[in-house]
């Protein structure tokens, strides 16, 4: 998103009189109100002026436009929502707030345009990209901005306080609880041949448990391979997820606890395009099963690929959702992928993000009102997706 700098109104301060008024009224005791000059006037009106082009969000009057970019969830009773939204003189701010699985709590605007990631690992730490620095951090009660790793925070990931983790190409980086490090090379392109090669996703499931897989060419012919790395929060050890086919990519990646759920693509010469392929992680037996749903042929072409899940996210081996692809949402119930498409917001409307946890998962993204983007948050309860009011999203 592109970032609006806000404006700036220059200020006046009280004049000398003025100021000594107010201090001799205080010093004195005085229950009284200090007279203001036209210069105290002039201060107290551009104050007006701030709090006014600030709009709160969900303020009746409020008529820019709004969006949500990413949600984490820790419970069911408990998600970080973030995005941005713009008044109605094109002025962005970065936008915040917890579901609290009943009604939505608004945040005091972290700092910046917008924030486009967040994840975190209870309601007292998250970590969300964007603000000044491409890094903000939730302490329970307020964001603060801190120094972020150069790229930003794309498939960013946190396991606790001090362990969070992202991947920016071939390039991991790790917090520590204090700064963001980068991690100890991996050099996973290493040996690969010319064309596709990176990392595509990150995701902890523990401190010392995180899996990021991607995709190398082992040569030109093509052969394209998925991969994945496991970090035990010293070392990482290359492993292969499922990939049925040539080329085949790992896309996305959500872990809980020694669990994790991987979503890629491959082509198929049977098929005669792309299919979806899925792959189930197990860190007790440091095994992959294939879980690939039967979605049919996705694309056709030759060597064709397309992602089947925009996004993925498990709360547990039996509960993973997933957004987007030529299909549209797919739910994991632990032994079978089942159809769980969201319910239309209308047109132009768009469902950005999901976590889960508990047997709920919540997705957020915008809908269009009266030719304006608004905030939209959809409730998966187990069987069914419904709309839930959000601020901003009238």
Same mark, same amino acid.
Request: glycine share 12%; net charge positive; proline share 6%.
């Given at each position: 998103?592109?970032?609006?700098?806000?404006?700036?109104?220059?200020?006046?301060?009280?004049c000398?009189?003025a100021?000594?008024?107010?201090?001799?009224?205080?010093?004195?005791?005085?229950a009284?109100?200090?007279?203001?000059?036209?210069?105290?006037?002039?201060?107290?009106?551009?104050?007006?002026?701030?709090?006014?082009?600030?709009?709160?969000?969900?303020?009746?009057?409020?008529?820019?436009?709004?969006?949500?970019?990413?949600?984490?969830c820790?419970?069911?009773?408990? $998600?970080?929502?973030?995005?941005?939204?713009?008044?109605?003189?094109?002025?962005?701010?970065?936008?915040?707030?917890?579901?609290?699985?009943a009604?939505?709590?608004?945040?005091?605007?972290?700092?910046?345009?917008?924030?486009?990631?967040?994840?975190?690992?209870?309601?007292?730490?998250?970590?969300?990209?964007?603000?000044p620095?491409?890094?903000?951090?939730?302490?329970?009660?307020?964001?603060?901005?801190?120094?972020?790793?150069?790229?930003?925070?794309?498939?960013?990931?946190?396991?606790?306080?001090?362990?969070?983790m992202?991947?920016?190409?071939?390039?991991?980086?790790?917090?520590?609880?204090s700064?963001?490090?980068?991690?100890?090379?991996?050099?996973?392109?290493s040996?690969?041949?010319?064309?596709?090669?990176?990392?595509a996703?990150?995701?902890?499931?523990?401190?010392?448990s995180?899996?990021?897989?991607?995709?190398?060419?082992?040569?030109?012919?093509?052969?394209?391979?998925?991969?994945?790395?496991?970090?035990?929060?010293?070392?990482?050890?290359?492993?292969?997820?499922?990939?049925?086919?040539?080329?085949?990519?790992?896309?996305?990646?959500s872990?809980?606890?020694?669990?994790c759920?991987?979503?890629?693509?491959?082509?198929?010469?049977?098929?005669?395009?792309?299919?979806?392929?899925?792959?189930?992680?197990d860190?007790?037996?440091?095994?992959?099963?294939d879980?690939?749903?039967?979605?049919?042929?996705?694309?056709?072409?030759?060597?064709?690929?397309?992602?089947?899940?925009?996004?993925?996210a $498990?709360?547990?081996?039996?509960?993973?959702?997933?957004?987007?692809?030529?299909?549209?949402?797919?739910?994991?119930?632990?032994?079978?992928?089942?159809?769980?498409?969201?319910?239309?917001?209308?047109?132009?409307?768009?469902?950005?993000?999901?976590?889960?946890?508990?047997?709920?998962?919540?997705?957020?993204?915008?809908?269009?009102?009266?030719?304006?983007?608004r905030t939209?948050?959809?409730?998966?309860?187990?069987?069914?997706?419904?709309?839930?009011?959000?601020?901003?999203?009238?």
């Amino acid at each position: 998103m592109d970032a609006i700098g806000s404006r700036r109104l220059r200020t006046m301060t009280l004049c000398a009189p003025a100021l000594a008024a107010v201090v001799a009224a205080i010093t004195a005791g005085v229950a009284q109100a200090a007279v203001l000059t036209p210069a105290g006037r002039l201060e107290r009106a551009v104050q007006a002026a701030r709090a006014a082009h600030a709009v709160r969000p969900g303020a009746a009057s409020f008529g820019g436009q709004a969006r949500l970019a990413s949600v984490s969830c820790r419970s069911a009773s408990w $998600c970080m929502a973030v995005g941005s939204y713009a008044t109605a003189d094109q002025v962005r701010h970065s936008l915040a707030m917890i579901w609290t699985g009943a009604s939505w709590r608004k945040l005091k605007n972290p700092r910046g345009a917008a924030l486009k990631l967040v994840a975190c690992s209870s309601p007292r730490f998250c970590m969300a990209w964007g603000g000044p620095t491409g890094a903000e951090r939730w302490n329970g009660t307020t964001w603060r901005t801190v120094p972020g790793p150069k790229g930003g925070l794309p498939s960013l990931t946190c396991a606790s306080r001090a362990l969070c983790m992202r991947i920016h190409g071939t390039l991991a980086s790790v917090w520590n609880g204090s700064s963001w490090r980068d991690a100890k090379a991996t050099n996973v392109c290493s040996g690969s041949a010319p064309g596709p090669c990176g990392m595509a996703s990150v995701s902890c499931g523990g401190p010392a448990s995180c899996v990021t897989v991607g995709t190398w060419t082992v040569s030109q012919e093509p052969v394209q391979e998925s991969f994945g790395f496991l970090w035990n929060g010293k070392t990482w050890t290359r492993t292969g997820p499922p990939g049925d086919g040539n080329p085949a990519a790992a896309d996305s990646i959500s872990c809980r606890g020694g669990f994790c759920m991987e979503a890629g693509e491959a082509f198929s010469e049977v098929a005669g395009g792309g299919i979806a392929v899925a792959g189930a992680w197990d860190a007790s037996t440091t095994t992959w099963t294939d879980v690939s749903p039967n979605l049919g042929t996705l694309c056709t072409g030759p060597l064709a690929m397309c992602p089947w899940a925009a996004s993925i996210a $498990c709360a547990s081996k039996a509960s993973c959702m997933t957004l987007g692809g030529p299909k549209g949402g797919q739910f994991w119930n632990g032994s079978t992928w089942t159809s769980a498409e969201p319910v239309s917001a209308g047109p132009g409307s768009a469902l950005q993000a999901v976590s889960c946890a508990g047997s709920d998962c919540l997705a957020v993204g915008w809908r269009m009102v009266a030719g304006k983007q608004r905030t939209l948050a959809e409730m998966w309860n187990g069987s069914a997706w419904s709309i839930i009011t959000s601020p901003l999203g009238a």
